[in-house]
């Protein structure tokens, strides 16, 4: 006796055959949730780069309190907390976007769905990548100089020249 062919099993990958259309890109309903931790990392980033000036500003000044350096910190330091909440804002968004069909169809297709499907006639996947990459790096680069300015009380630039100095004679 021979075992029944499966017949249901999995399609077979390359090029569909001349007689049949090709098959349909799947589209997903909603987002793929995301994990932990990409939830929350640009959140912690931001309020590290915070407190990490408000630590040195108390290390600058011996008798100014914690909080006291905290309630300064929160008026001149303020564009990190404003970062902080646009990326709270952006996480309320993709928490919405993965338990809402037609809420993620309407981000993912109208707004941003034309800059998507330009940019990927455009670009490669790997050239995208590499762009989104350096990008990334950029910021990073461009908070640290911004944060580095702030507690050396010079311009961003030039904290950047003066770190690696400070580092090397610590």
């Known amino acids: 006796m021979t075992a029944p062919v499966d017949t249901a099993g999995p399609a077979p990958e390359g090029l569909t055959p001349p007689d049949e259309p090709p098959h349909a890109k799947k589209v997903e309903a ?9 939830r929350i990392r640009l959140i912690a980033l931001f309020v590290l780069a915070w407190f990490i000036i408000v630590w040195a500003s108390v290390a600058d000044n011996p008798i100014l309190p914690f909080s006291d350096a905290a309630m300064i910190q929160l008026y001149d330091s303020q564009w990190l907390l404003w970062l902080a909440g646009l990326e709270l804002v952006r996480q309320v968004h993709f928490f919405i976007s993965e338990r809402s069909a037609s809420y993620h169809r309407f981000w993912s297709q109208r707004v941003f769905g034309g800059t998507d499907r330009a940019l990927r006639r455009k670009f490669s996947d790997w050239t995208r990548f590499r762009l989104a990459r350096w990008i990334k790096i950029i910021a990073f680069v461009v908070l640290f100089a911004v944060v580095a300015g702030q507690i050396l009380e010079t311009s961003p630039i030039l904290a950047l020249f003066q770190a690696p100095a400070l580092l090397y004679g610590a």
Request: overall charge positive; proline content about 11%.
């Open 30 to 38: 909603t987002r793929k949730p995301m994990s932990f931790w990409a």
